[in-house]
């Protein structure tokens, strides 16, 4: 059973800064996730995500980011699909 509610911070550097930040278990997964799938780092998506958010708090923005991710590269489990970059080109876009 996934615990929603379970949260756990983590101190990453972002933008340069030392900062915490407290997600739920799942989020960090996601994160780590993308950091994978994009050849990446948490600590450079959360750069990304810190630079493109508007008023949101970091740990909000973070949420939205993976949620969107996984919505746009939802595909069956197949990530690779015929026709697609692994390296998608709208995750800029989606780090609001």
């Known amino acids: 059973m996934l615990e929603t509610g379970a949260r756990a911070c983590r101190y990453i550097v972002v933008n ?10 799942a989020m960090w997964r996601g994160l780590g996730e993308i950091a994978l799938n994009e050849n990446t780092t948490i600590s450079a998506l959360c750069d990304l995500v810190d630079v493109n958010r508007s008023n949101a708090s970091l740990a909000s923005a ?6 969107s991710y ?3 590269h939802d595909d069956g489990g197949d990530y ?3 026709g697609r970059s692994r390296h998608d080109p709208s995750l800029r ?3 609001l």
């Open 93 to 95: 876009t989606i780090a």
């Open 62 to 67: 973070l949420r939205v980011f993976v949620i």
């Open 16 to 25: 340069g800064q030392r900062r915490a930040v407290r997600l739920e278990t």
């Open 80 to 82: 690779e699909a015929p």
């Open 70 to 72: 996984h919505r746009l």
